[in-house]
């Protein structure tokens, strides 16, 4: 034979499936997902997220019920994120003990114990006036008013049970005053896995459809990461680690696999990756429009962000994903 045949041919190693699943690199499971759960205080109904389909506000009394399929989706960890009745300039709904989440948190652990880890999202849009994920003085944020009230609500989040505070606030100091406030309260077990690298980002649009929490002046560029600066988006994983974080994040997730790849070669520290609701919409229209196949880009996409170097996925498919890895 002619020397100028191919002695490499990686074709040999993809020739049957069993063949293929033999050197399958990635692997991706169940105990990757984090799934999201809204609940919304004096709901009378669950109600489905326009924008996100599929993705639904639950009153209270429905939350065992979703909490149980789930857990039997073999999914570990739920992230809470809470729709106040009435919000005000402090927040107030946030860190009572009678909070929507507070409430939430002591209803999963009564009944699920350790059988499911309990994540809630510590933050103030959803519950200020403003609909700014910190306190406002004069119409600007005030970074170190709002680390008080954010160590606030992740003690009545600890107070209630939670096992992961999730801070999503991209307040300066915000993953400090939180381990401060808890381990002072001897809640030195409670993790912390900081909204890192939070991007300002246009893919956010459809939570705050799911969240009620659309900034009613301005925007949150003055807090978020820019997304033209990678460098600055290590400097806040770098800090958050400092601070003693347990686990950080990129987010979103798709547009920035290169911040996900950056933070596991140069860190050593579970990262997370959130799918945010933008990515979830455009899959779900296209797949609406029958453009795309909605299982397949799922799989595709959630696949690319383990690869990227993601330890765990905060994801609006993990019930799908779940339910499909399991055929
Ligand atoms: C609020 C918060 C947001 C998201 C998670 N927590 C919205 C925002 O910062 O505007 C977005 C999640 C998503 O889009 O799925 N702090």
């Not at 652990?109 to 406002?136: E, K, P, W």
């Not at 806040?236 to 994040?249: A, K, L, P």
Request: charged residues 25%.
């Amino acid at each position: 034979m002619s020397s100028s045949f191919p002695t490499k041919r990686l074709r040999r190693l993809r020739k049957s499936e069993k063949m293929r699943n033999l050197v399958q690199e990635v692997l991706f499971s169940a105990n990757d997902l984090i799934c999201p759960v809204f609940v919304q205080e004096n709901l009378k109904e669950r109600n489905v997220v326009k924008s996100m389909p599929d993705i639904i506000r639950l009153p209270l009394e429905d939350l065992t019920g979703e909490i149980e399929k789930i857990k039997e989706l073999k999914i570990p960890a739920i992230m809470l994120f809470g729709i106040p009745a009435k919000k005000d300039d402090a927040g107030t709904g946030s860190f009572v003990d009678d909070g929507i989440v507070q409430k939430a948190i002591s209803q999963v652990r009564q009944n699920f114990g350790d059988n499911i880890v309990i994540m809630a999202d510590v933050c103030l849009c959803q519950y200020t006036s403003s609909g700014h994920c910190g306190i406002l003085r004069e119409n600007k944020i005030d970074n170190d008013a709002s680390l008080k009230t954010l160590a606030e609500i992740a003690l009545s989040q600890a107070r209630s049970g939670v096992d992961i505070v999730s801070p999503s606030a991209m307040m300066d100091g915000q993953v400090k005053a939180i381990r401060q406030i808890l381990d002072d309260n001897g809640f030195t077990d409670v993790g912390i896995m900081s909204h890192s690298a939070k991007h300002r980002s246009s893919f956010y649009n459809p939570f705050r459809d799911a969240a009620d929490c659309a900034p009613q002046f301005g925007d949150r560029k003055t807090y978020q990461v820019p997304f033209t600066n990678p460098r600055e988006a290590m400097r806040e994983i770098e800090s958050d680690i400092t601070e003693g974080v347990d686990i950080v994040m990129v987010k979103p997730a798709l547009a920035y696999l290169d911040l996900i790849a950056e933070t596991k070669r140069i860190h050593n520290i579970p990262i997370s990756a959130y799918s945010v609701s933008g990515e979830y919409a455009l899959v779900k229209a296209a797949s609406q429009l029958g453009w795309i196949n909605e299982i397949d880009i799922m799989t595709e996409i959630l696949y690319s962000i383990k690869r990227a170097g993601a330890d765990m996925i905060v994801t609006y498919f993990a019930k799908k994903m779940a339910s499909n890895l399991s055929k």
